[in-house]
């Protein structure tokens, strides 16, 4: 009887905190995008319940669990600045690239785990494992 190997179960959630990293920096991005713009609102996402919720969907059973939106916009938080702005921006130049460039060092990382996770199963496959 051939073996079932379930994808998701194999990655793990690494997969889906990719997802979360990406969507993170986009709205980091913005926020950087729009630093001298009056009266923008910076806004960073809760990765940490995001990721809950897509892991709880998962174990509900719920195949191809894929980030919407809708998942990003109910995780996703308005900054509080540390200091005010005069035109009532909340984006801080340095608070920004400081989330982005760690957010992106997260990703680097959740990706090279990825990698290795999927060198060690097609090594198992070939039977060399």
Do not use: C, W
Not at 15 to 34: D, K
Not at 55 to 82: C, F, N
Request: proline fraction near 2%.
């Amino acid at each position: 009887m051939p073996m079932v190997m379930n994808l998701d179960n194999a990655l793990g959630i690494h997969a889906h905190a990719l997802q979360v990293r990406s969507a993170r920096a986009e709205v980091l991005a913005s926020n950087i995008a729009n630093v001298d713009t009056p009266g923008y609102k910076a806004k960073d996402v809760d990765f940490k319940s995001l990721l809950q919720s897509i892991q709880s969907k998962s174990k509900l059973g719920m195949d191809q669990v894929r980030l919407e939106a809708m998942d990003i916009d109910s995780h996703t938080k308005y900054r509080i600045p540390m200091q005010a702005s005069m035109d009532g921006n909340t984006a801080e130049l340095g608070v920004e690239q400081a989330a982005f460039n760690s957010n992106a060092m997260d990703f680097q990382q959740s990706l090279t785990f990825l990698n290795n996770k999927i060198k060690g199963l097609k090594m198992a496959i070939q039977g060399r494992a």
